[in-house]
């Protein structure tokens, strides 16, 4: 039996420590590992509830914006705020624009390197200008000793692809999409102020009426990545996934318990009754049985993580954080959440699931797909990331009808963005902010006492999938899925980076792994 250790993982946000046991090419056990402490909840205690967003939304600057939308619904609700249908409104472009640029960008950047080589590009014989051009770029770098920028490469495996025409036109996106996901944040700061980090999101709303000429400049920034997402992304995610990927797929490698969740996000009225991506459970991997979902059934154990034992399961609102760094058998600074008891996959699977977006299920239908696992994640980030660029556009116009023809700011339009009667924090109360990340499952859980922070507590999509295993023996989702893993070649665990990427994880940066025995280390720096 062989152990890796894979620590840090790279190309991911944040700091994780992988370790699997081989045995006879396959993972048979695996321990997933935060090894940061993020000490958020605490900075915030005894604060104004109003000061909350600016600080909890440093704690990812990737998705930016989603942590302080989910503290800012948490104390509406809490207060008893609404927000205004124009604060909606610009709070759902913001929060859009940001989801076209983390799709293209998990896709392009984080993940594609995993799947093709890029030294294939100098075997292209065609004659397309635009490649030739990508061509002769890297053979530059190639000839210079330089092509950092895209490597690694890794030795043909069943899931590497290597026809040079169709790296050559990957490696032609992949510099495109670095254009596309830079107008995303772009686009996002419009309304926002800046990026990353809104300024202009508060409880009870946002503080800006946008004139028509900036609408028209958002609208036509978002056209650009709407069509790059439908005409270049969604096209490459498929050919993938449906081509050179599929085995990988239909062998269920990364494939979890089964168990999805969808808090539900992007409101579509003020009453909070409508969403884009709707809320919904599922167990089993019974895609027929899409179940309500009831927040009171969340709970978070500690057991295997870093913090002091509690005598039972509890419910965020109940937490109270307390390290002990000494404990024997904690091995992670996440914390486990279960719903019902049960581990569960959050992100854009799971919201294709419960939504039963069509097309996504007739791909699932079309491959026989019953167990879908890595391949099938990135198939589902696409066509979330399309859920998304239809929406857009609608609310664009909605904000425009808004806003009016001339769009001038006249005394008392505060109304228009904001809840000013409940701005001022309540002597006692209690909010959930449950949201959709791009990630996933967002939940930011507050209770105020004498108009101060009492009680804080952030559950966020890597803590769902990323939770350690917990006291009935139950491995977190990540762990789950590494388990059947194939690693041919113990000194390069490639696909455990493929299935760990695939969930696109907020936890680093360089890497080591350590030889089975024990006494090797074997530098892999670039590879992960």
Known sequence: MAKIVVDPLTRIEGHLKAEVEVENGVIVDARCSGTMFRGLEQIVLGKDPRDVPYVVERACGVCTGVHGEAACMAIEE????????MGRVIRNLMMGALWLHDGVLHFYHLTALDYIDATAVLQYKGNVPEL????????????????????????????????????????YHYLKALEIQA???????????????????????????????????????????????????????????????????????GATAGHYLSYGGFALDSSRTKYLFPSGVIFDNDFNNVLPFKREEITEEVGYAW????????????????????????????????????????????????????????????????????????????????????????????????????????????????????????????????????????????????????????????????????DRGQLGPIEEALIGTPVPDPDNPINVGRVIRSFNPCLACAIHVIHPRGDKKINLSPVF
């Open 132 to 171: 030739v051009a990508i061509k002769e770029k890297i053979k530059a770098l190639a000839e210079a000793g330089d092509l950092h920028p895209l490597l690694p490469t890794y030795p043909p495996d069943d899931f590497c692809v290597g026809d040079p025409d169709l790296v050559t036109q990957l490696v």
């Open 78 to 85: 809490a207060q008893g705020a609404t927000v205004p249908e």
């Open 183 to 253: 107008k995303g944040r772009k686009a996002a700061a419009i309304f926002g102020g800046k990026q990353p980090h809104h300024a202009s999101m508060i409880p009870g709303g946002v503080t800006i009426i946008p004139t028509v000429s900036q609408i028209e400049h958002f609208r036509g920034i978002i056209r650009e990545i709407v069509s790059f997402v439908k005409n270049v992304y969604l096209p490459d995610a498929k050919l993938l996934a449906t081509g050179p990927l599929l085995p990988l797929e239909q062998a269920s490698v």
């Open 307 to 470: 913090y002091k034992d509690e005598a039972r399961p509890a419910h965020p609102f109940e937490r109270k954080v307390e390290v002990d760094l000494e404990k024997q058998r904690a091995y992670t600074f996440v914390q486990a959440p279960r719903y019902q008891g049960k581990p569960m996959e959050v992100g854009p699977l799971a919201r294709m699931l419960v939504m039963q977006y069509p097309p996504f299920m007739e791909l699932l239908r079309t491959y026989n797909i019953t167990r879908p696992g890595t391949v099938m994640r990135h198939a589902a980030r696409a066509l979330d990331t399309l859920v998304m660029a239809d929406a857009i556009g609608a609310w664009v116009d909605e904000l425009l009808q808004l806003v009016g023809e001339t769009g001038l700011y006249t005394k008392g339009d505060n109304a228009l963005i904001h809840d000013t009667d409940k701005w001022e924090p309540v002597e006692k109360g209690q909010g959930a902010g449950l949201n959709e990340a791009p990630r996933g499952a967002l939940g930011h859980f507050i209770t105020i006492a004498d108009k101060k922070v009492e009680r804080y507590q952030m559950v966020v999509p890597t803590t769902w999938n990323f939770s350690p295993r917990d």
